[in-house]
C-alpha cells in the first residue's frame, strides 16, 4: 500500500480499529478461499501488533498469540 497507518493511532478508537481488521479479515478470507487454503491461529508481534493480532483473530474466528524478541529473536 501507498498509506501509511500509525497503529497507535488507528487503534484509539475501537470502533475504527474493528472495521479495519474486518476489512483486512475479508480480504484474508478471500485470499484463502482463492488458494484454497485456511489459517490455524494468529500470530502476532508484541506489543504494537498485539490489540491487531487479537481482533484478527476475534473477526476470523481462530485463536490468537503474540510473540516477543529475546536477544532480537522471536
Do not use: W
Not at 483486512?24 to 489459517?39: D, I, R, W
Amino acid at each position: 500500500s501507498n498509506t501509511y497507518l500509525q497503529c497507535a493511532r488507528v487503534l484509539m478508537d475501537a470502533k475504527r480499529a474493528d472495521r479495519l481488521c474486518s476489512a483486512l479479515a475479508a480480504l484474508v478470507n478471500t485470499h484463502l478461499k482463492q488458494a484454497g487454503q485456511g489459517l490455524d491461529i494468529i500470530v502476532a508481534p508484541a506489543m504494537g501488533g498485539v490489540v491487531v493480532g487479537y481482533e484478527m483473530g476475534r473477526q476470523l474466528g481462530i485463536p490468537a498469540m503474540f510473540c516477543e524478541r529475546v536477544d532480537s529473536t522471536f
